[in-house]
């Protein structure tokens, strides 16, 4: 059961924050920019996950990434480009 819900925390969170934006925030479903949650939902389950024994990093500044891998406890997971850049130990501009 803890690997269960190792694996499948993070997409719960975001499915619970998909559904929190719906219906508390009336986010209208029919906004293109916003039909995409149900995607982001997918991709967010992904985080706090490991491939080959490297961890699954996503590099964005959509809020709803890293929100639903704070809930999850994956915020490391979650990074900006030039976060992303300085951990690689590459200059941004």
Known sequence: MARVLQVSRTGSYAAALVLERVLCDNIDLDNDGKR???????IAANL??????????????DRFFLEAAERAGHSSSVLTLSQHLAKLGVKSQ
């Open 48 to 61: 706090g996950k490991e491939i080959n024994g490297l961890p699954i990093v996503l590099v964005s500044t």
């Open 36 to 42: 995409n949650l149900v995607w982001d939902q997918e």
